[in-house]
């Protein structure tokens, strides 16, 4: 039930004060401090920006090109420096003359608020930094200033919940969410950072340097976990009550999830695949390797697509690895020839013909012709050539063999059939008749 009285007396409270700051000559004062103060401030920074020549006009060239883009940045903060320190001055003579500086206090205070806000839309381009900075920096520094942020932590400290020995309070949350939130952030831009430089190590070879950067992102988030919890004054011997409830998780929800993490560890030690393999799953997917993470690995096709295939799927299920251990590749073309052609003829000039591709390797073997048949039309030839790569993707070495063919045997008058049917007439038997029936009337 609402306590009017209470109100009541808060509100004349309230009045009174009011009222009071109205007729006294001291609340004058210090507003008359404050303006003298903002409005030297305003004079001083006009007259600095007009006399100086760093804050005239953004330079574009010259000596110590970047310190002096980096002065005429500042500009805007001539007006909000001079404004705290201007009302510094009016602070101490307010306490000197006046006895009392509450006001004035008040106002630097909000002055020096608007500095950190100026700055930090002045200098931070990162829409994340500056969004943590604004939303979170200043409204801390805000309460910093006013000399409330202690009676503010612990009245968020005081909101909490007990289970047994273990305190949960609205102050350790929101501690914990911007501790968590600032470790991630440079944890994954660190992570980033060490991959690279661990990737542009030559001297290692390609399985070598995918194991050491997955090693590393591991060891950075574990470390990191392990500051947030000394950040949030958690004790670490309660790890050994989370190790058991994680591997109770583990037995169960996240079984498939703790499976395709392990068997990550399992392909970059066994180095049964690597980043850059040409991959055929068992389904008949196809596509290059492009990157082996903690839960699953990405195939890259070449119509563009990503499939993400979980890297069980590499321990548990067969699959075909093109160019795990030798990029070279063996394959073969068909065409048929007609019944009337010369067939000693068609091997050596075919076999020419694929011989002159650029592509097309003579080791381990060199090109082979060889008859697999008698069809319906014609008699069915194969040749079968090595190259180096997939015919797929930017190379198309079957189109090109097939294009060798066709042009050889135009050139040596090799008639390619088509399909035919041989139709004979038979005199002397019967003719089919086709009879009408009437309906009877």
């Given at each position: 039930?609402?306590?009017?009285?209470?109100?009541?007396?808060?509100a004349?409270?309230?009045?009174k004060?009011?009222?009071?700051?109205?007729?006294?000559?001291q609340?004058?004062?210090?507003?008359?401090?404050?303006?003298?103060?903002?409005?030297?401030?305003?004079?001083?920074?006009?007259?600095?920006?007009?006399?100086?020549?760093?804050?005239q006009?953004?330079?574009?060239?010259?000596?110590?090109?970047?310190?002096?883009?980096?002065?005429?940045?500042?500009?805007?903060?001539?007006?909000?420096?001079?404004?705290?320190?201007?009302?510094?001055?009016?602070?101490?003579?307010?306490?000197?003359?006046?006895?009392?500086?509450?006001?004035?206090?008040?106002?630097?205070s909000?002055?020096?608020v608007?500095?950190l806000?100026?700055?930090?839309?002045?200098?931070?381009?990162?829409?994340?930094?500056?969004?943590?900075?604004?939303?979170?920096?200043?409204?801390?520094?805000?309460?910093?200033?006013?000399?409330?942020?202690?009676?503010?932590?612990?009245?968020?400290?005081?909101?909490?919940?007990?289970?047994?020995?273990?305190?949960?309070?609205?102050?350790?949350?929101?501690?914990?969410?911007?501790?968590?939130?600032?470790?991630?952030?440079?944890?994954?831009?660190?992570?980033?950072?060490?991959?690279?430089?661990?990737?542009?190590?030559?001297?290692?070879?390609?399985?070598?340097?995918?194991?050491?950067?997955?090693?590393?992102?591991?060891?950075?988030?574990?470390?990191?976990?392990?500051?947030?919890?000394?950040?949030?004054?958690?004790d670490?011997?309660?790890?050994?009550?989370?190790?058991?409830?994680?591997?109770?998780?583990?037995?169960?929800?996240?079984?498939?999830?703790?499976?395709?993490?392990?068997s990550?560890?399992?392909?970059?030690?066994?180095?049964?695949?690597?980043?850059?393999?040409?991959?055929?799953?068992?389904?008949?997917?196809?596509?290059?390797?492009?990157?082996?993470?903690?839960?699953?690995?990405?195939?890259?096709?070449?119509?563009?697509?990503?499939?993400?295939?979980?890297?069980?799927?590499?321990?548990?299920?067969?699959?075909?690895?093109?160019?795990?251990?030798?990029?070279?590749?063996?394959?073969?073309?068909?065409?048929?020839?007609a019944?009337?052609?010369?067939?000693?003829?068609?091997?050596?000039?075919?076999?020419?013909?694929?011989?002159?591709?650029?592509s097309?390797?003579?080791?381990?073997?060199?090109?082979?012709?060889?008859?697999?048949?008698?069809g319906?039309?014609?008699?069915?030839?194969?040749?079968?050539?090595?190259?180096?790569?997939?015919?797929d993707?930017?190379?198309?070495?079957?189109?090109?063999?097939?294009?060798?063919?066709?042009?050889?045997?135009?050139?040596?008058?090799?008639?390619?059939?088509?399909?035919?049917?041989?139709?004979?007439?038979?005199d002397?038997?019967?003719?089919?008749?086709?009879?009408?029936?009437?309906?009877?009337?």
């Amino acid at each position: 039930m609402v306590d009017l009285a209470r109100i009541e007396a808060f509100a004349w409270d309230v009045l009174k004060t009011l009222i009071g700051w109205a007729t006294s000559p001291q609340f004058y004062a210090q507003l008359a401090a404050i303006v003298i103060a903002v409005a030297l401030a305003q004079f001083v920074a006009r007259q600095i920006r007009t006399r100086v020549p760093f804050f005239q006009k953004e330079p574009k060239k010259g000596a110590f090109l970047k310190l002096r883009q980096m002065a005429f940045a500042c500009s805007d903060l001539l007006f909000s420096v001079l404004a705290v320190f201007f009302l510094a001055v009016a602070v101490e003579f307010s306490s000197a003359v006046l006895g009392s500086d509450w006001l004035v206090r008040l106002a630097q205070s909000a002055s020096v608020v608007a500095v950190l806000y100026t700055t930090i839309n002045r200098f931070i381009s990162h829409d994340l930094i500056r969004g943590a900075a604004l939303w979170v920096g200043i409204p801390v520094a805000t309460l910093q200033v006013f000399g409330w942020l202690d009676e503010t932590i612990t009245f968020l400290d005081g909101i909490s919940l007990e289970a047994g020995n273990i305190r949960v309070s609205l102050y350790l949350l929101v501690k914990a969410a911007v501790a968590a939130g600032i470790l991630f952030w440079l944890g994954r831009v660190s992570n980033s950072a060490g991959q690279k430089v661990i990737r542009g190590q030559k001297s290692l070879d390609l399985p070598t340097r995918e194991l050491f950067a997955k090693l590393f992102e591991i060891a950075l988030f574990v470390a990191i976990f392990i500051l947030l919890l000394q950040v949030l004054g958690l004790d670490l011997t309660a790890l050994t009550v989370f190790g058991g409830a994680l591997g109770v998780g583990i037995g169960f929800g996240l079984q498939q999830i703790a499976s395709n993490f392990i068997s990550g560890i399992i392909i970059l030690l066994e180095r049964s695949i690597k980043v850059g393999d040409f991959i055929e799953l068992d389904n008949g997917r196809t596509g290059i390797l492009k990157e082996i993470n903690m839960r699953s690995s990405t195939l890259s096709t070449f119509d563009g697509k990503e499939i993400l295939v979980p890297n069980e799927t590499f321990i548990t299920a067969q699959f075909i690895n093109w160019t795990n251990d030798d990029p070279r590749q063996r394959y073969e073309v068909e065409f048929t020839v007609a019944y009337d052609t010369d067939l000693e003829k068609v091997p050596p000039v075919i076999v020419a013909a694929v011989s002159s591709h650029p592509s097309v390797l003579q080791e381990p073997e060199t090109p082979d012709c060889e008859l697999r048949g008698f069809g319906e039309s014609g008699v069915n030839f194969g040749v079968e050539f090595w190259v180096e790569g997939i015919d797929d993707g930017p190379n198309k070495f079957s189109s090109d063999i097939l294009f060798l063919v066709w042009n050889a045997l135009k050139a040596n008058k090799i008639e390619i059939p088509f399909p035919q049917r041989e139709v004979r007439i038979v005199d002397g038997k019967p003719k089919m008749q086709v009879r009408r029936k009437t309906r009877a009337s």
